[in-house]
């Protein structure tokens, strides 16, 4: 046996890498400044996180003398809390449904589209779809609040079924339909980009045996493109499970009033009252960790259950 064996195998590797490295320098260095980035705006600022378990006063150390470490006393606070069961409630509700009626939309929409043959129509049709995602979040939740007002587009064609006008930015109850429909419209067009590419990807001689098979368009649609998305389809309801603690917590807060915290205040909008406006920062820096822990935890699961039934995940 040659005892060289071992060590040319190892050159043989280095030499590997070095060729992978110097064959997609060009691709590495666009990625440098992205890296950067994210170390400087998601990294850098984890050191932050040791407020949580401090009475920490704005223009204090972090670490040092002077410091008052108070262990689980905010976690504590904030769980006891008298708005706990409220925020954690009206966060879960939201987002759920959001999830379960607007997950599906960018799908459905997306396979409506690829079936559309007419090109002009079909481009006329995904503008329309994606102008909502780049509408600012302050001009779409103004165009909201005057359509659901007494005297809006919603109630005056209500009126004709019947219906007494109201306003329904101060009715709880019609809060979370109007946060989930108007979330839906502005993002399902965007979040169809990412299936319409994929669909780009799927072999073409699927298709065609599909046909010689005899499977019309409906059924194309549902043995050959929809099997096609499942893997982007696991890896963004993932995500989306893991984030659902995290509402829109920009949208909510430019529609909603005191009169409707009891279906619209979420954990997002009390850590802005409480950080941003009575500069609670270390009982919201907490909060935030808090939400952090839960977010991962749920996305393991998720990605756990994912990798059991379709056998693709995150990890």
Known sequence: ??????????????????????????????????????????????????????????????????????????????????????????????????????????????????????????????????????????????????????????????????????????????????YTITNIWKGFGFGSILYLSTMSSIDPNLYEAARIDGADRLQQALRVTLPGLKNIIAINLIMAVGNILATNTELILLLYTPATYDTADVIGTYVYRMGIEKGQYAATTAIGLFMSVIGFSLTFFANRVSNRLTNYGLW
């Open 1 to 178: 046996m040659d005892d060289r064996a071992p060590l040319v195998g190892q050159i043989k590797k280095k030499r590997y890498a070095r060729n992978v490295i110097q064959n997609n320098l060009e691709m590495y260095s666009m990625f440098i400044p992205v890296a950067v980035l994210i170390f400087i705006f998601c990294y850098v600022p984890i050191y932050g996180v040791v407020i949580a378990f401090q009475d920490y006063m704005p223009g204090s150390p972090f670490l040092g003398e002077g410091v008052k470490w108070v262990g689980l006393k905010h976690f504590a606070n904030f769980i006891n809390g008298r708005y706990f069961g409220r925020l954690l409630k009206n966060t879960l509700v939201l987002s759920g449904m959001n999830l379960f009626l607007g997950f599906w939309v960018p799908i459905v929409f997306s396979l409506l589209l690829n079936e559309v043959l007419h090109l002009r129509y079909k481009r006329f049709v995904q503008t329309i779809s994606y102008l909502p995602y780049f509408i600012s979040m302050v001009v779409v939740s103004g165009m909201v609040i005057s359509f659901i007002d007494t005297n809006g587009i919603i109630n005056n064609l209500l009126a004709v079924f019947g219906v007494l006008p109201s306003n329904m930015r101060l009715n709880p109850e019609a809060f979370p339909w109007v």
